[in-house]
């Protein structure tokens, strides 16, 4: 009898060791993946990264319609699936039109104006301003106007100033699902001079991401989330757009969460440019 009691005794203080050893190791576990979680960023999948084509507004509105015309929305572009929207050649067109080049590209003839048929036409690109600059102003009926223009008249989007949106209106955005377009100040100078397409953000190190617009490798650059001053990529205003129906119910995906190891930013060579609050390429 006292042996059978010996021997539970022993069972039991090792099941009370395995157990601690478990529940060490599952604590630990959780752990893990709480610091994971916490140094997440969130990115909306499926951006189309374009080279600048004709200005750096209808290149960046173009980033987040390519986005839509993916999802649900399928007579945005006439190019079709992602490996044809992706690509800036085939789209291009519809950033800006032959006509709209033909009639404000440097060393052209200034006609008539060409009709409306491009995102640079509804954007003003270039339009008695230096070649490639759009006016903020018209950044939101850009969205709106395109969108009508191919056959969906129940899109809105809205202009703000950096301190009229918070860091949280940015990730409900983005959290929806819904790209943002910034109009930055890409080199520290005070003025605002580049619009990006912004579809992700890095909440622990409060940095948004985005692409430059200079290249079409799907390269996200990360930048702080802050306003104008003495330092690169400050915030001068953002285009909040809202979709209407698609064309196919539930085609907008949710965004996706990507874990990284370190959030690093990629530099690029600057470009030089003139530079003016309201005129930007």
């Not at 119910?249 to 965004?255: I, K, L, S, T």
């Amino acid at each position: 009898m006292v042996k059978g009691v010996f021997f539970d005794i022993k069972e039991n203080e090792i099941r009370r060791i395995e157990m601690n050893k478990y529940v060490s190791f599952y604590g630990f576990f959780l752990t893990f993946i709480f610091v994971i979680n916490t140094n997440a960023a969130v990115t909306i999948p499926d951006i189309p990264a374009y080279k600048w084509y004709h200005g750096c507004g209808p290149t960046a509105a173009g980033s987040i319609i390519g986005y839509y015309d993916l999802h649900g929305y399928d007579s945005l572009f006439n190019a079709s699936g992602w490996d044809d929207v992706s690509l800036t050649a085939n789209v291009q067109d519809e950033i800006s039109s032959p006509e709209h080049n033909a009639a404000y590209d440097p060393n052209t003839d200034i006609g008539p104006a060409p009709a409306d048929t491009s995102i640079a036409d509804f954007f003003h690109t270039s339009e008695n301003q230096p070649y490639g600059w759009s006016y903020l102003s018209y950044a939101d009926d850009a969205f709106v106007e395109y969108a009508n223009y191919k056959g969906y008249n129940d899109w809105s989007a809205t202009n703000k100033s950096y301190n009229n949106f918070t860091w949280g209106d940015l990730t409900s955005e983005i959290d929806a699902g819904r790209p943002v377009m910034f109009l930055v100040d890409s080199d520290g100078n005070g003025g605002t001079d580049h619009f990006v397409p912004v579809f992700g953000y890095d909440q622990l190190n409060n940095k948004y991401g985005f692409y430059d617009t200079w290249g079409e490798d799907e390269t996200i650059r990360w930048q702080t989330f802050q306003g104008m001053g003495d330092y690169n990529w400050g915030v001068g205003y953002a285009t909040f757009v809202t979709p209407g129906v698609p064309d196919a119910p539930d085609a907008v995906p949710e965004p996706t969460t990507i874990i990284l190891f370190g959030v690093g930013i990629l530099c690029i060579a600057g470009v030089s440019r003139k530079k003016n609050r309201y005129f930007f390429s």
